[in-house]
């Protein structure tokens, strides 16, 4: 049964760092790993996809890895806003997602 | 274009009554997933349908929860007797088809509240 585990659960950084948020996974058998961002009671927003043929993705100051045979992703914010201030989710999957319980980040300004 | 949409936003019920959550998918996607979360919590699978068969029902807690898509498109998930366990947040997501490699897009969730 895939489990989902992001480290850590909560964190705290003064605007401009360059933070990386954590996710591991139980079975290297997963096929794509999505990252999504949630802000207070909303729904989610897809940030990036890495297919099962891709190591990597990039969109804008986003950049998510994945490594299969570690179990492990990787979402690296560079230069981080007060904007980005949300709850990140990793989920995995092909077809249903199996979501980790998410990183709840703070950008101080 | 139109994402996802979801009603109501929010639903408030009495335990024991009977409720039904409305999802519109994107327009030709042929893939839609329901999940579940709850207060502090990444979502819960529960439900996804390729076409109008559900493909996976794994996710669903019990025979109370039931969700249809007669025309492949809108979908309804309905739960019997609702209990005060059931209150969470209810999300819809499409995708252009099911399967590995498809990225998913959420609905903004429906909130149920059971008193």
């Known amino acids: 049964k895939q489990e989902v585990t992001q480290i850590p659960a909560a964190l705290s950084v003064p605007e401009g760092e360059n933070l990386v948020l954590n996710c591991s996974f139980t079975?290297?058998?997963?096929?794509?790993l999505q990252w999504f961002r949630q802000d207070p009671g909303k729904g989610l927003t897809s940030l990036l996809l890495?297919?099962?043929?891709?190591r990597e993705q990039t969109s804008g100051r986003l950049n998510a890895s994945l490594d299969k045979s570690s179990g492990r992703s990787t979402l690296y914010i560079a230069a981080s806003q007060p904007g980005d201030s949300a709850t990140y989710l990793c989920?995995?999957?092909?077809?249903?997602?199996?979501f980790g319980q998410g990183t709840t980040l703070q950008v101080k300004p | 274009g139109a994402g996802v949409s979801q009603t109501p936003s929010n639903k408030v019920t009495e335990k024991g009554k009977y409720v039904e959550l409305r999802c519109d998918p994107i327009?030709?996607?042929?893939?839609l997933y329901w999940y579940r979360q709850s207060l502090g919590q990444g979502p819960e699978f529960l439900i996804y349908?390729?076409?109008?068969?559900?493909?996976?029902d794994s996710g669903l807690p019990n025979d109370r929860f039931f969700a249809v898509r007669p025309e492949g498109s809108v979908s309804t998930l309905k739960i019997q007797r609702t209990e005060r366990g059931d209150s969470a947040v209810y999300l819809c997501?499409?995708?252009?088809?099911?399967?590995?490699?498809?990225?998913?897009?959420f609905g903004p969730g429906t909130r149920l509240t059971v008193l």
């Open positions: 997501a499409s995708s252009p088809w099911a399967g590995e490699n498809n990225e998913q897009f």
């Open positions: 079975d290297s058998a997963i096929y794509n």
């Open positions: 890495i297919q099962s043929s891709q």
């Open positions: 989920a995995g999957g092909g077809g249903k997602l199996i």
């Open positions: 327009s030709g996607h042929t893939a």
């Open positions: 349908f390729q076409g109008t068969g559900a493909a996976d």
